[in-house]
């Protein structure tokens, strides 16, 4: 496999604390960030401009993944994985949570999601 190189160095800046995932949209066109103050981003990949926040986890966002569909998943210090709407930005319903802080999340190829925790489950 052949990567090409960047034309270019983007900084996305914008975060109040430190950023601990990353995430891609389906399209390539966007990047998804979670980080420690609580929230997620999403990123334009070709200006490196916010396009919008995702607020609503209550601690520290340590998981993100973004599924064929465009729904985004997170994993957070306060127990919770949530799914939101990259169309919309809007919080969808939550799956079921967990009993301890989500560390881990991917995306499945058949619109599932799965989610590690220190619950010391993987949730699917």
Do not use: C
Request: aromatic content about 6%; cysteine-free.
């Amino acid at each position: 496999m052949e990567f090409a190189q960047p034309k270019t160095t983007l900084t996305f800046k914008g975060h109040a604390k430190g950023i601990n995932a990353v995430a891609v949209s389906p399209d390539s066109k966007g990047i998804i960030s979670a980080a420690s103050d609580n929230t997620l981003k999403v990123w334009s990949l070709q200006t490196g401009e916010e396009l919008f926040a995702l607020k609503g986890h209550a601690d520290s966002v340590y998981a993100v993944a973004v599924l064929p569909d465009g729904r985004i998943i997170s994993g957070s210090d306060d127990f919770t994985l949530k799914v939101w709407s990259l169309d919309t930005s809007v919080e969808l319903p939550p799956p079921i949570g967990h009993t301890n802080r989500v560390n881990a999340a991917v995306a499945l190829p058949d619109r599932q999601a799965a989610s590690a925790s220190w619950d010391n489950t993987i949730k699917v």
